[in-house]
């Protein structure tokens, strides 16, 4: 009864083990993956064209400042900036998409058009179209060649600098008209 008893705790610790074993070696789902990888290295400029609405583009000047190019040339608000280029280079890959049908996806006209070029010379379009279903990604089309979802949060980033441009210095409107001379107060007479 002894050896029976033993016999039943090894046999539970070798599938107890086993079971273990097999959930460690279990295949991991896959994630989100960068869009860009490393050998792009850093963006030094980001084109955002809306469907409608004027073009807004960043670029590194010579000393590697950001600078506005477009609409107005200005300097730029270097944390803004560089807050685009982050998340330009850390756009993820939702999942790539087989179907070719761009009007399926809003990408027939796409709503955005955001070209980005990289220190290694690369220069990569993306297509903005629809957002998913469950809004948390966007499709896109890279290179007119590859369909694929991104990540929500950081196409709306990059897409938010057509709507707010990250400008050093706004200047600020002035509540009155300006006038040209002083006007007098007139006397009423009084009765």
């Keep these: 009864m002894l050896v029976l008893f033993i016999l039943l705790i090894g046999v539970y610790f070798i599938v107890k083990n086993q079971q273990e074993t097999a959930a460690a ?10 869009l860009f990888g490393p050998q792009e ?11 409608e609405g004027e073009t807004v ?58 070209t980005i070029e990289f220190d290694s010379g690369t220069r990569h379009v993306l297509e903005i179209g629809d957002s998913t ?3 948390s990604g966007y499709y896109v089309r890279l290179d007119e060649d590859r369909l694929m979802i991104v990540g929500m949060n950081g196409i709306d980033a990059l897409m938010n600098l057509a709507v707010s441009p990250p400008y050093l210095n706004t200047p600020t409107p002035s509540p009155l008209p300006p006038t040209e001379t002083p006007v007098a107060p007139t006397e009423t007479p009084t009765p």
Excluded: C, M, Y
């Design 25 to 34: 070696q279990a295949t991991p789902t896959p994630g989100a993956t960068s």
């Design 41 to 51: 290295g850093q963006p030094t400029s980001i084109e955002v064209a809306p469907d």
């Design 57 to 114: 583009r960043l670029a590194r000047d010579a000393q590697g400042v950001w600078v506005l190019e477009l609409p107005i040339r200005a300097e730029a608000n270097q944390a803004l900036a560089e807050g685009a280029a982050s998340q330009a280079a850390a756009l993820k890959v939702e999942r790539e998409l087989e179907n070719r049908d761009l009007e399926i996806f809003g990408l027939d006209v796409p709503a955005h058009v955001i």
């Design 133 to 135: 279903p469950t809004r």
